[in-house]
């Protein structure tokens, strides 16, 4: 069975252009979820799909950011216009349910240079 | 809100022997759930071991093990037996059990390297 993917592994772009990153969940699984790593620090929280709905999207950093599940399969981060400071690394997360038994799933990342 | 906390930037233990990665953690909550991940060089960050708070019994998985001291809110790994594939980084997590805010909030992660 295949993993939690994201594409594209690793991109660099300018300040002020856009990106946009994709995970493509585990099979089956409603919940998707989205991690952001800026250098030195935790892994925070972004948001929280469940099949096409926003459950919580209280860690998403401001407006810049759009987050879309369209058809509850794989979801797409947006980033317009980027900044510096959001360079990191962009884990995106996959479990069956919300049950806190169900374990998050991770993808292995997508690094975010913003130039 | 919950809060972990690594204070362990980095640790080195030599291959075979043991080695135990230090977390706390902060919350208000009596049941919730605490985790340990692994990310190796390969980036591909994976599930290590879990530990539901309301049970009293440590978790183990293989040579992975938690001393849970859920008074002084402290969660470590202890690696036994250490080998040259546990290195990676590990972070220490909280999950909490409400309906709400299924999120995990990660500690900054200590980076382990063994020595062979």
């Known amino acids: 069975e295949a993993g939690v993917t994201q594409f594209p592994s690793h991109s660099v772009i300018e300040k002020g252009q856009t990106v946009t990153l994709r995970c493509d969940p585990i099979?089956?699984?409603?919940?998707l979820y989205w991690y952001r790593r800026v250098m030195g620090k935790e892994i925070k929280f972004l948001l929280h799909?469940?099949?096409?709905?926003?459950?919580?999207e209280s860690g998403m950093p401001n407006n810049r950011f759009l987050a879309e599940r369209t058809g509850g399969t794989y979801s797409t981060l947006k980033v317009q216009p980027a900044e510096l400071e959001d360079s990191g690394v962009y884990f995106c997360?996959?479990?069956?349910?919300?049950?806190?038994?169900?374990?998050?799933?991770f993808g292995p990342g997508t690094r975010l240079t913003v130039l | 809100a919950q809060t972990v906390t690594q204070s362990q930037p980095e640790m080195s233990v030599q291959e075979a022997e043991t080695v135990t990665l230090s977390c706390t953690y902060d919350?208000?909550?009596?049941?919730?759930?605490l985790f340990w991940y692994k990310q190796p060089p390969s980036r591909q960050m994976i599930l290590v071991i879990r530990?539901?708070?309301?049970?009293?019994q440590n978790a183990t998985e293989n040579r992975f093990s938690v001393n849970f001291q859920k008074a002084a809110k402290s969660f470590s790994l202890k690696i036994s037996d250490s080998q040259l594939g546990d290195a990676a980084m590990y972070f220490c997590?909280?999950?909490?059990?409400?309906?709400?805010?299924?999120?995990?909030?990660f500690g900054k992660g200590t980076r382990l390297h063994i020595l062979p």
């Open positions: 997360a996959s479990s069956q349910s919300s049950r806190r038994t169900d374990t998050q799933y």
């Open positions: 997590a909280y999950r909490s059990p409400g309906w709400r805010d299924d999120k995990i909030i």
């Open positions: 530990q539901e708070a309301y049970k009293q």
């Open positions: 099979s089956g699984h409603d919940n």
């Open positions: 919350t208000s909550e009596s049941d919730y759930y």
């Open positions: 799909f469940v099949k096409e709905s926003k459950q919580d």
